[in-house]
């Protein structure tokens, strides 16, 4: 023990990985916010579906050999954000279908063109369908951007919790009583596509949906309220995520499977004391 704490010392003085845990633990927790609201509403899925565009919008922006990836990456994922929203209102093409339409096109035409232009790309297709080694070489500005983001995710989901929360339960109602719930919808997909981008390094493409599901099925297997699942769900979230890195780090294993090997574990134990207090 004395000897794992003493590594974690050594490790903790290199700043890539003061770094990770940064971008690990902000990521984490706007993933673990909105994968309440997604979860309740039914539409979970739709983190899986915008990870798969941004695994082929970033694929595109390999070969196209830009930079900077984001650039095309985050418009690219919002959009899709946007047209799967419009997409799942339309009565002949449902929103499960939608997304599993969005789902497979993008993943299979991402990964055609890494095959078809392998000799052009430093993309390593593995690495961003799992998770990579890439959150431990987290630039300064990559840091930077991710705080920004992840602080406006933040406050848009505090100062429009009672908004977001109506819409999640009833939207029939919500509608009925003036709000404009599509609005409403149209950004909680527009900020889960943002996070989706941010969370590629992380846990990487096939991944992502584990990070937003878990934490908010562990809390409500306890918790039966709004907002103490959402509390609940982000405190579980944040330490899986610490968990999850600092182990990667100490056994060389990959960043992403353990961070979600830790949520598994997580919920197994919810579940188990959501059974036993219900029984009593």
């Known amino acids: 023990m004395s000897d794992m704490i003493t590594t974690l010392a050594f490790y903790m003085r290199f700043p890539f990985v003061r770094y990770a845990l940064i971008v690990g633990v902000l990521i984490a927790l706007c993933s673990s916010l909105l994968g309440v609201t997604l979860v309740l509403k039914r539409f979970s899925y739709i983190g899986d579906g915008l990870s798969h565009v941004a695994f082929g919008a970033m694929a595109v922006a390999a070969v196209l050999n830009l930079t900077n990836d984001t ?87 505090v100062f429009f919790y009672n908004k977001i929360f109506a819409v999640t339960f009833d939207e029939n109602f919500a509608t009925a009583t003036g709000m404009k719930a599509e609005r409403y919808n149209l950004l909680i997909a527009v900020v889960t596509a943002v996070i989706i981008v941010l969370a590629m390094n992380l846990v990487g493409s096939l991944l992502i949906s584990a990070l937003v599901i878990f934490p908010a099925l562990s809390a409500m297997q306890v918790i039966k309220n709004f907002k103490g699942v959402v509390i609940c769900s982000a405190v579980i979230s944040v330490l899986c995520a610490l968990f999850g890195i600092l182990a990667s780090i100490l056994f060389s294993t990959p960043v992403g499977s353990t961070i979600v090997a830790a949520d598994i574990v997580v919920f197994v134990v919810m579940a188990v004391i959501g059974k036993c207090v219900a029984g009593r």
Not at 77 to 103: C, E, F, P, Y
Request: charged letters at 5%; a neutral charge; one cysteine or more.
């Open 71 to 157: 650039l095309l990456v985050m418009p690219v994922t919002v959009v899709a954000a946007i047209l799967l929203l419009r997409t799942g209102q339309n009565t002949k093409i449902h929103g499960d279908a939608a997304i599993a339409m969005l789902s497979v096109g993008s993943l299979a035409v991402g990964y055609l063109l890494l095959n078809l232009f392998s000799t052009s790309t430093n993309i390593n297709g593995c690495g961003t369908l799992f998770g990579s080694t890439s959150i431990l070489t987290l630039t300064t500005a990559e840091v930077w951007l991710c705080v920004a983001a992840s602080v406006v995710v933040i406050f848009i989901y």
